[in-house]
């Protein structure tokens, strides 16, 4: 069975989604975070993830329920194909900081950065 959430709070102002599964489990996801553990082909490739860089300031612009069994997310930058389905944003939320540091290590060794403007200015000849 599903661990679906009995409050969920979009707060553009802070890029951040709050998850209420109970007293006391209340998690605050950012829309950064969200986006670049999108579950969707285009993030993760048929199975050979491509790694998302420079969305230190993309943001939530809406979100809607896909049916009973997940949430489709909407980024200001375009992206919004990815359905989070309930499982996968609890797991999101419960392994947040194990998901994010691995996330910044591998972005780390392909030199990439969470910055959008790093990533112009170092082509910039």
Avoid at 8 to 18: Q, V
Avoid at 24 to 50: C, D, I, K, M, T
């Amino acid at each position: 069975m599903p661990k679906i959430p009995s409050a969920i709070n979009l707060h553009k102002a802070s890029k951040t989604l709050t998850l209420a599964y109970g007293p006391g489990e209340v998690y605050a996801l950012s829309a950064e975070f969200l986006r670049v553990h999108s579950p969707s082909a285009e993030v993760q490739g048929h199975g050979n993830p491509v790694l998302q860089h420079g969305k230190l300031k993309v943001g939530l612009v809406g979100l809607e329920p896909a049916g009973q069994y997940a949430l489709k997310l909407t980024f200001d930058d375009g992206h919004d194909s990815g359905l989070y389905t309930w499982d996968y944003l609890y797991e999101l939320a419960t392994r947040h900081d194990a998901l994010w540091q691995e996330y910044l290590n591998t972005l780390n060794a392909a030199g990439k950065s969470r910055d959008p403007l790093e990533a112009v200015v170092k082509f910039i000849p």
